[in-house]
C-alpha cells in the first residue's frame, strides 16, 4: 500500500494564478479530508468527502478555493487568482470512515505564491 | 478558535528521559486522537483514546482522558532522538465534522 499520494510535492505559482493539487486516498478508504498548515495557523480543516460527497466544508474559504471528488480514487483542490496568503503546506488524508477514525496523511504539497 | 489545545508550547528532553503533553478541549467527545508529525512529513496517527476509556497504551506512549475536566495527556517513556517531532491532540465536534488538531507541542530528545 503506497498510502496517500499527494501531487506535486513542491509548487510555485504567480500571483492570480490558479493552482490545483492532487490526492489520492489509499485504496478502500471512503473518506478524504483536506488541511492547510502553516507556522502562523497551524494544520487548519478546510473540507472532507465521504464516498465522494461532500460532508464538511466549514473550513473552506469562501472564495477561490473549490474541492472535488470526481471518483474514488482522486480528489482535487482548486485555488483561483493565488495570493502570497496561500502560500502553506496543503496535506491530504484518508480514513476508512468518519473523522473520529484514523487519519492516514500523505506528505502534502509546499505551495508557493510569489 | 481551536476545538482543542495542546500544552506547553515546546519541551526540551535528553534520550532515556520521559515527556508528557497535555491537551485540553472544548466540548463533549466520542473519542480523540493522538499525533504525531516529523519535519518533512504528514502527522501520523500515534493513539485512539474513546470516550468510554480512561488509558491506552502503544508500546512507550501512554495516553490518558479526563473527560470530567475535558482533558488528555500523552507519555512518551525511555525517549529517543527519533521521537523528535511536533504532538497533536485531535477531535471532533461529532462523526459529521471533520477533525481539528491542536497547534501542537514542540518536543525535542537530545543524545
Known amino acids: 500500500n503506497a498510502g496517500v499520494i499527494q501531487t506535486p510535492r513542491h509548487k510555485v505559482t504567480g500571483k492570480g494564478q490558479e493552482a490545483t493539487l492532487w490526492c489520492e486516498p489509499i485504496?478502500?478508504?471512503?473518506?478524504v479530508f483536506w488541511y492547510r498548515q502553516t507556522i502562523v495557523q497551524g494544520l487548519e480543516f478546510l473540507t472532507y468527502?465521504?464516498?465522494?460527497?461532500?460532508?464538511?466544508d466549514s473550513g473552506m474559504p469562501k472564495e477561490r478555493f473549490s474541492a472535488q471528488m470526481p471518483n474514488q480514487s482522486h480528489s482535487t483542490l482548486k485555488i483561483q487568482s493565488t495570493q502570497p496568503q496561500d502560500s502553506a503546506v496543503y496535506l491530504c488524508?484518508?480514513?476508512?470512515?468518519?473523522?473520529?477514525?484514523?487519519?492516514?496523511f500523505g506528505a502534502g504539497t509546499r505551495l508557493s505564491v510569489l | 478558535s481551536q476545538l482543542a489545545e495542546e500544552n506547553p508550547w515546546a519541551l526540551s528532553v535528553h534520550e532515556g528521559e520521559s515527556v508528557t503533553v497535555n491537551c485540553s478541549y472544548k466540548?463533549?467527545?466520542?473519542?480523540l486522537q493522538w499525533y504525531r508529525q516529523k519535519s518533512g512529513e504528514g502527522p501520523a496517527q500515534l493513539i485512539l483514546?474513546?470516550?468510554?476509556?480512561r488509558e491506552k497504551r502503544n508500546g512507550r506512549l501512554r495516553a490518558t482522558l479526563d473527560t470530567s475536566s475535558q482533558s488528555s495527556s500523552l507519555s512518551i517513556t525511555a525517549t529517543r532522538c527519533e521521537d523528535t517531532a511536533v504532538y497533536f491532540c485531535?477531535?471532533?465536534?461529532?462523526?459529521?465534522?471533520?477533525?481539528?488538531f491542536g497547534l501542537g507541542t514542540r518536543v525535542s530528545v537530545f543524545p
Open positions: 488524508a484518508s480514513s476508512l470512515g468518519a473523522s473520529q477514525n484514523t487519519l492516514y
Open positions: 485504496s478502500g478508504h471512503s473518506a
Open positions: 468527502f465521504r464516498n465522494q460527497a461532500p460532508i464538511d
Open positions: 466540548t463533549s467527545i466520542t473519542a
Open positions: 483514546i474513546r470516550s468510554n476509556e
Open positions: 485531535a477531535t471532533a465536534y461529532n462523526y459529521a465534522q471533520g477533525l481539528t
